[in-house]
C-alpha cells in the first residue's frame, strides 16, 4: 500500500491550494484518513481527519479555512485550503488507517511542501 500527496507549491498569503493523497495497492480497505504538517523545529501536528463515515474535525487554527473530503470509489483524500497564511507553511502529511488482510495499520504519504508567502 502506498499513499501519494500532490498538489503541493508556493503561494501568497490569502490564496488557495488543494492537495490531494492517493491510496494505491491490492486488497486493502480505508477507514481514517487524515492530513497533519510539520513546519521546521516544530512538532508534526494534526490538521484535519476525516472518518469512514464522512465525520470530520479540524485543528483550530485551520477552522472555517480548509476543507477535508474523501472519495471513496478512488481512494483519494483531498485538503483545500483558502485564505492561506505565512503560519501554514510547513510540510504536510496524509495518513490512513488501512486494514489489510485481516490486519489495521498507519500508513503515511511523503510529504509535500506548501510555502506561503507575506
Known amino acids: 500500500v502506498q499513499l501519494v500527496e500532490s498538489g503541493g507549491g508556493l503561494v501568497q498569503a490569502g490564496g488557495s491550494l488543494r492537495l490531494s493523497c492517493a491510496v494505491s495497492?491490492?486488497?486493502?480497505?480505508?477507514?481514517?484518513m487524515g492530513w497533519y504538517r510539520q513546519a521546521p523545529g516544530k512538532q508534526r501536528e494534526l490538521v484535519a481527519h476525516i472518518g469512514s463515515g464522512g465525520g470530520t474535525n479540524y485543528a483550530d487554527s485551520v477552522k472555517g479555512r480548509f476543507t477535508i473530503s474523501r472519495d471513496n470509489a478512488k481512494n483519494t483524500m483531498y485538503l483545500q485550503m483558502n485564505s492561506l497564511k505565512s503560519e501554514d507553511t510547513a510540510v504536510y502529511y496524509c495518513?490512513?488507517?488501512?486494514?489489510?488482510?485481516?490486519?489495521?495499520?498507519?500508513?503515511w504519504g511523503q510529504g509535500t511542501q506548501i510555502t506561503v508567502s507575506s
Open positions: 495518513n490512513a488507517q488501512i486494514r489489510r488482510h485481516g490486519i489495521e495499520g498507519l500508513y
Open positions: 495497492g491490492s486488497t486493502f480497505s480505508i477507514t481514517a
